[in-house]
T-cell receptor, first 116, second 114 residues
Framework: DAMVIQNPRYQVTQFGKPVTLSCSQTLNHNVMYWYQQKSSQAPKLLFHYYDKDFNNEADTPDNFQSRRPNTSFCFLDIRSPGLGDAAMYLC???????????????FGPGTRLLVL | AQKVTQAQTEISVVEKEDVTLDCVYETRDTTYYLFWYKQPPSGELVFLIRRNSFDEQNEISGRYSWNFQKSTSSFNFTITASQVVDSAVYFCALSDYGNNRLAFGKGNQVVVIP
């Protein structure tokens, strides 16, 4: 089955220690997204790639970066995790047409990050 | 600016009862898209439905049904004969034409009591 895969499902890191979260997809979608979701809140978009074009949200901290080496994979790097970065991180994909928008986003199972 | 309001934070129902989740949206665009997602305790957001602003037909899928009313800017979701597996957080979301971003509501926590 085509899907969005996130590894690991749970990640524990230490305060200030860089961590990378992974996302891969077999849907062959050209748009990939990273969301942060804190407890009892809605998901918050951090950034997205439209093909190779990176789109950062204005309020995404510099501590968060992303890489998309190819269509299938996307990584979220947190350079110096703080206690406030503990959250669920959700990856999503969509099949986007340039300028259209409104396409359905399909989400992975998420990675729950714990910062000690 | 886009805004989605889900006023009911937590709703508890007894199994087999119906439950309706309200979603009210705001947008300046005439072309837009509305979505509902389900988030069970496992955490994955599961896509349920997408509706564009020009399609006001109501939709039924099994025990799920959606009522879209542009006149009141609402896109309400009803679960008929609820089951314990329906226990989850349900998010309503809005995307304007030409915009990849989803504006989410705060979500409705549905608890189905056996």
């Amino acid at each position: 089955d085509a899907m969005v895969i996130q590894n690991p499902r749970y990640q524990v890191t230490q305060f200030g220690k860089p961590v990378t979260l992974s996302c891969s997809q077999t849907l062959n979608h050209n748009v990939m997204y990273w969301y942060q979701q804190k407890s009892s809140q809605a998901p918050k978009l951090l950034f997205h790639y439209y093909d190779k074009d990176f789109n950062n949200e204005a309020d995404t901290p510099d501590n968060f970066q992303s890489r998309r080496p190819n269509t299938s994979f996307c990584f979220l790097d947190i350079r110096s995790p703080g206690l406030g970065d503990a959250a669920m991180y959700l990856c999503a994909t969509s099949n986007g047409l340039a300028g259209a928008g409104g396409e359905t986003q399909y989400f992975g199972p998420g990675t729950r990050l714990l910062v000690l | 600016a886009q805004k989605v309001t889900q006023a009911q934070t937590e709703i508890s129902v007894v199994e087999k009862e119906d439950v309706t989740l309200d979603c009210v949206y705001e947008t300046r665009d005439t072309t837009y898209y509305l979505f509902w997602y389900k988030q069970p305790p496992s955490g994955e957001l599961v896509f349920l439905i997408r509706r564009n602003s020009f399609d006001e037909q109501n939709e039924i899928s099994g025990r799920y049904s959606w009522n879209f009313q542009k006149s009141t800017s609402s896109f309400n979701f009803t679960i008929t004969a609820s089951q314990v597996v329906d226990s989850a957080v349900y998010f309503c979301a809005l995307s304007d034409y030409g915009n990849n971003r989803l504006a989410f509501g705060k979500g409705n926590q549905v608890v189905v009591i056996p």
